[in-house]
Each structure stands twice: as structure tokens, then as C-alpha cells.
């Protein structure tokens, strides 16, 4: 069992930065496969970005590459989503979730593919 804690959104102007954080509880949190998503109402979940239990060159969505960098510490069970250049359209709530399946490479852009999920923090970019 994994429980997920995300934090450090807020209210940004656009061409800005922000950090989210994902503090996780419980056991071996460096054998789960990471994962970001976002949403917006009336809208399906969306990936943003996924990292390997054991880090490495995270993967992202086409929309945030360049801006968005995702990393993680297995020694503070914390994962990291830094995004620069916000844009209006990254308005969303934004969530971080956990999978243990492997391999990790299958299915990782896929919400129904992650097992555990935080309950979000809010992005708001303002134009």
C-alpha cells in the first residue's frame, strides 16, 4: 500500500514556475514506477509525465516537453514535477500515482495502469 500526498500548486502568472511535490508513505516506494497526470472538468485525465522506479530519462507528453521536468528521490520517497513556462491551457489539477506492474514501459501514459493516486493540487496559470 502506497499512499500519495502531492502539494506545491497554486495560483501562477503564465511564462512562470512552480514545483509540485509527491511525498509518499508506506513500503518500498523505489519499486513503483512514478507517474503525473492532470485534469481539467469534463475532461479525461491526461499524462503529463512517468519515471522508472529507479529514475533515469523520464518520459513526457508532447505538450510539456522542454518545460516540464520530472525527477524523483528514493531517499526522501518524493517525487518532483518542475514546470517553467506555464501556459494557460496547463490549468488543470495535477496528479501524481504509482504503479508496481512491469515492464514499466508498458502502459505507463495510461491512468487505469497506475495503482495508487494522490489527491491532486491545483495549477492555475493566469494570462
Known amino acids: 500500500q502506497v499512499q500519495l500526498v502531492e502539494s506545491g500548486g497554486g495560483l501562477v502568472q503564465a511564462g512562470g514556475s512552480l514545483r509540485l511535490s509527491c511525498a509518499a508513505s508506506?513500503?518500498?516506494?523505489?519499486?513503483?514506477?512514478m507517474g503525473w497526470f492532470r485534469q481539467v472538468p469534463g475532461k479525461e485525465r491526461e499524462f503529463v509525465a512517468a519515471?522508472?522506479?529507479?529514475?533515469?530519462?523520464?518520459l513526457y507528453a508532447d505538450s510539456v516537453k522542454g518545460r516540464f521536468t520530472m525527477s524523483r528521490d528514493n531517499t526522501k520517497n518524493t517525487v518532483y514535477l518542475q514546470i517553467n513556462s506555464l501556459k494557460p491551457e496547463d490549468t488543470a489539477v495535477y496528479y501524481c500515482?504509482?504503479?508496481?506492474?512491469?515492464?514499466?514501459?508498458?502502459?505507463?501514459?495510461?491512468?487505469?495502469?497506475?495503482?495508487?493516486w494522490g489527491q491532486g493540487t491545483q495549477v492555475t496559470a493566469s494570462s
Open positions: 508506506g513500503r518500498s516506494f523505489s519499486s513503483y514506477a
Open positions: 500515482a504509482a504503479r508496481s506492474r512491469r515492464p514499466w514501459v508498458v502502459g505507463r501514459t495510461v491512468p487505469n495502469e497506475y495503482d495508487y
Open positions: 519515471i522508472s522506479w529507479s529514475g533515469g530519462e523520464p
